[in-house]
């Protein structure tokens, strides 16, 4: 998510850049990281060997039936 909020378990904080993408030096094994976005569910993420990481954020908003109904006939309508 572009321009997201990261912060450690440390207390450090940065904002991802336009592309999502975010960079934290020295970052220890077993430090939490917590991602927020406006609108979304924050998401918690414990640092491993790995140096790129694939996160997901979901919406806090919930569509009523109806407005997933509309979305779908409009997807539909574009093919």
Do not use: C
Request: aromatic share 12%.
């Amino acid at each position: 998510m572009p321009f997201a909020t990261i912060q450690s378990s440390s207390g450090r904080t940065t904002i991802a850049d336009i592309n999502g993408q975010f960079e934290f030096i020295s970052s220890t094994v077993g430090e939490k990281m917590v991602i927020s976005y406006v609108n979304f569910r924050s998401k918690e993420f414990t640092i491993d060997k790995t140096n790129h990481y694939s996160v997901f954020l979901q919406s806090k908003t919930k569509l009523s039936d109806n407005e997933i109904n509309e979305s779908q006939k409009k997807k539909l309508n574009l093919f």
